[in-house]
T-cell receptor, first 115, second 111 residues
């Protein structure tokens, strides 16, 4: 099992450019998440999905869009990149136990620099 | 909304014990989780407490007091490899069952 994978690992964009970050998981998890982490900060939820074909906004959704066409993939899009979107982006997936415990499994991250 | 508070940084020597406190405010608490993140790495799950008390997993233990909205992560017999950031996180119904993370505590272990 590869777990959660993310592509690309690193990207440099110019202001106004667009790009898509891909997250894939092979654990058959129902839930998937996109977070951003700024230097010295915690994780902030951008968007999430509770199942194939569903998405919802998190804490900081502005400037991002997502799609979950297949259960194993969760895409994060930046339509017009801004320097404020320079960050490390983590994807995570999870499934919930009867005890409501939710362990999230994180991908290695995508480091994005917007100039 | 939800809010979590934890110290920003802790420094200790190898072999010592470190306690990282986390206080939270939620309106439909399910449980408290802890994650570890090494520099440049991804967060990895450490522990979960839904009920009051202490959960022990090797050198790491996690404690929860629901009545005090408080928990802690205890790192014993510190090793250099424990130098990392540690995040507490809560799930609650008011946030649609999503995880909300604290700002993280950076632990620096010195020889």
């Amino acid at each position: 099992n590869a777990g959660v994978t993310q592509t690309p690992k690193f990207r440099v964009l110019k202001t106004g450019q667009s790009m898509t970050l891909l997250c894939a998981q092979d654990m058959n998890h129902e839930y998937m998440y996109w977070y951003r982490q700024d230097p010295g900060m915690g994780l902030r939820l951008i968007h999430y999905s509770v199942g194939e074909g569903t998405t919802a906004k998190g804490e900081v959704p502005d400037g991002y869009n997502v799609s979950r066409l297949k259960k194993q993939n969760f895409l994060l899009g930046l339509e017009s990149a801004a320097p404020s979107q320079t960050s490390v982006y983590f994807c995570a997936s999870s499934t919930r136990s009867i005890a409501r415990q939710e362990t999230q499994y994180f991908g290695p991250g995508t480091r994005l620099l917007v100039l | 909304g939800q809010s979590l508070e934890q110290p920003s940084e802790v420094t200790a020597v190898e072999g010592a014990i470190v306690q990282i406190n986390c206080t939270y405010q939620t309106s439909g608490f399910y449980g408290l989780s802890w994650y570890q993140q090494h520099d440049g790495g991804a967060p990895t799950f450490l522990s979960y407490n839904a009920l009051d008390g202490l959960e022990e997993t090797g050198r790491f233990s996690s404690f929860l007091s629901r009545s005090d909205s408080y928990g802690y992560l205890l790192l014993q017999e510190l090793q250099m490899k424990d130098s990392a950031s540690y995040f507490c996180a809560v799930r609650d119904r008011a946030a649609g069952n999503k995880l909300t993370f604290g700002g993280g505590t950076r632990v620096l272990v010195k020889p």
